[in-house]
């Protein structure tokens, strides 16, 4: 079974299924949107605050290990001092007094693994230590220049004659005339010592290099930087950067310069410990979220359900609201049309009556002169009795419109002609006006329109509240009611205008509102129009109107020639 109550149906199961879904993204949409937001802002302070923690951080280290070294360098360089002053050690000391020396030095300085005595030529005179450094010849070194010009000298990490890096810290001692150089080595172990991070749970590493960037010194395992991608900070400052390693990792960096610009200091910390907190925290906040989004998604949807199925309860409750007023509104309009199809109604009875009369008068005649009917008797009794069938089969149809337009059905479509559908209806109203005189009723009709498929009970239903509400309006002051019909490529027009006082942009806006009515008290219910919108539009069609205040009003109404409702074959 298929009907007009099916399609009807899956078109509003449709429109609730979309309804639902609508809502339901819309819930999401304005829960979770502003979840990245507030998400992406608490993320991008805290990164902030992590990375100037862990800049904080790496730039605090740098300064201890920078001031560490520093002190150290400048605690030996005091102390080699305060050694060449002492009051027996001034004139050229002997191998014996830098052992005497050396061996009261040791134990007070554990750093120093060796000591030497220099004299103006450069030549080592005397030494104490693990290796046969002896009679060395200096006088090319680097640090025996400084220390000849300047009276200390602390080199740069270098191999030497014992090809171990080292570190070698000169003061010079003695006369301005017969000067001397006592020379103390300082093992790398030991500013390995000095530069270690300490015990802790971020991974960091550190290097020493030179001016040329070259490696003097590594604590760690990760990769050495490349040294194109360093660039040293200004002299006394403390600079954080991003360099690369060869392979191109990031690794970020405190470096600082040492020994009078001599070293450069850089401490590193691993990728993965950089900001360790800062990932879990991402992690934690990305879980938190998708588990957000699920839980507003399940409610969204139960909430989106419900809310859908509040709108079908009422939309069900207003439908049969509105059946209800249809029906009656039939029933009113079923009264003002009693007296007019009764007027109907009787006309073809009056032609059976008297052509029943007729036939028998013809009989009788025949029957009293004893003879046969003649066939032109016979023609006539042929005709009368067909009028008497035709006239019965209008009374018929008659009686049957009449109790289909009270009866309360679903659209049942078919094939109308509007203009004969119009013209009929017309010819009541006509009857009624001509008794008046005060409102004229006009017709125009489009004589190419097609048929159209629509329910011509419901469609005379409509038309006869509109053309009610004109006839009233227009009665006022007397005037025209107009009825026409036009043919477009996608639609048939009907369109009922009056003479009437017309309406305000305000009361066009409710004009099809349930209970609004512009009549006085008693004279309108204000459901009439409501009924006549929902009707069309349960036709597939349309209805507005047109007005403007003392210029009339025109309703139209548009109706497709294949409406998106089928008939029902059941």
């Known amino acids: 079974m298929s009907g007009p109550g099916i399609f009807k149906h899956r078109g509003k199961l449709d429109y609730y299924q979309r309804l639902r879904w609508t809502i339901l993204a819309l819930m999401l949409v304005v829960v979770t949107l502003p979840l990245p937001i507030v998400a992406g802002t608490v993320y991008h302070y805290y990164q902030t605050y992590v990375r100037a923690t862990v800049e904080g951080n790496l730039k605090g280290v740098v300064e201890k290990r920078r001031e560490a070294i520093e002190v150290f360098l400048s605690e030996k360089v005091a102390y080699l001092q305060t050694l060449a002053r002492i009051d027996g050690f001034r004139a050229a000391p002997s191998q014996k007094d830098l052992e005497r020396l050396f061996a009261v030095v040791r134990p007070l300085s554990a750093s120093f693994v060796d000591m030497g005595l220099i004299d103006r030529r450069g030549r080592q005179v005397a030494y104490v230590g693990p290796y046969r450094l002896r009679g060395k010849d200096y006088r ?40 001397w150089y006592l020379r103390a080595t300082i093992n790398i172990d030991t500013l390995k010592r000095l530069l270690k991070p300490g015990e802790t749970s971020v991974r960091r590493y550190v290097y020493l290099l030179d001016r040329r ?6 604590l760690g395992e990760h990769p050495t930087p490349d ?27 405190a470096m600082s310069w040492l020994n009078q610009g001599r070293w450069l200091l850089l401490v590193a910390e691993h990728p993965s410990s950089e900001f360790v907190s800062l990932y879990h925290a991402r992690r934690v906040a990305l879980v938190l979220f998708f588990s957000t989004v699920f839980i507003v998604g399940i409610l969204a949807y139960y909430t989106a359900h419900w809310i859908v199925s509040r709108i079908q309860a009422a939309d069900r409750e207003k439908d049969l ?21 009764a007027h109907e109604i009787n006309n073809p009875l009056a032609i059976i009556n008297e052509s029943a009369g007729y036939a028998r008068e013809l009989m009788e005649a025949a029957e009293a002169k004893g003879r046969q009917l003649s066939p032109r008797e016979k023609q006539e009794i042929q005709t009368v009795l067909a009028d008497i069938t035709a006239e019965t089969f209008r009374g018929k149809e008659i009686t049957q419109r009449l109790l289909g337009f009270a009866r309360r059905v679903d659209a049942k479509m078919e094939q109308v002609q509007i203009n004969r559908l119009v013209a009929e209806l017309l010819k009541y109203y006509a009857r009624i006006l001509a008794k008046t005189g005060n409102v004229r009723i006009e017709e125009h009709y489009d004589r190419d329109l097609p048929p159209v498929k ?38 048939v027009r009907i369109m009922v ?3 009437g006082p017309g309406m305000s942009h305000s009361v066009k806006e409710k004009i099809f509102d349930p209970f609004f009515t ?15 919108y929902g009707i069309v539009k349960k036709l597939g069609g349309e209805i507005f109107v047109e007005s403007e205040p003392d210029k009339g ?3 139209v109404i548009k109706l497709p020639y294949h409406p998106p409702v089928e008939e029902d074959k059941s």
Not at 331 to 336: N, T
Not at 459 to 478: M, S
Request: hydrophobic fraction near 35%; charge should be positive; charged fraction near 20%.
């Open 227 to 253: 040294p194109r991608s360093i660039h040293p900070p200004p002299p006394g400052r403390i600079q954080v950067a991003t360099v690369r390693t060869p392979d191109g990792r990031p690794l970020l960096t």
């Open 518 to 532: 512009t009549k006085p008290v008693g004279k309108g219910t204000g459901l009439g129009l409501a009924i006549c």
């Open 321 to 341: 609201i509105q059946e209800h007023l249809a029906q009656t509104s039939k029933l009113v309009a079923l009264g003002k049309l009693a007296a007019g199809l």
């Open 553 to 555: 009003a025109t309703f």
């Open 140 to 179: 090319d070194a680097p640090w025996f220049q400084e220390v000849r010009q300047k009276g200390v000298s602390i080199s740069d990490i270098f191999m030497g004659f014992r090809h171990l890096p080292h570190l070698a810290i000169a003061v010079r001692g003695g006369r301005p005339e017969e000067p």
């Open 454 to 491: 629509t329910d011509p009970s419901q469609l005379q239903q409509v038309l006869i509240n509109l053309i009610d509400n004109a006839i009233y309006f227009t009665g006022q002051k007397g005037g025209t009611v107009t009825v026409s019909t036009q043919a477009t490529p996608q639609e």
């Open 497 to 499: 205008c009056d003479d």
């Open 213 to 218: 960037k070259r490696l003097k010194l590594h």
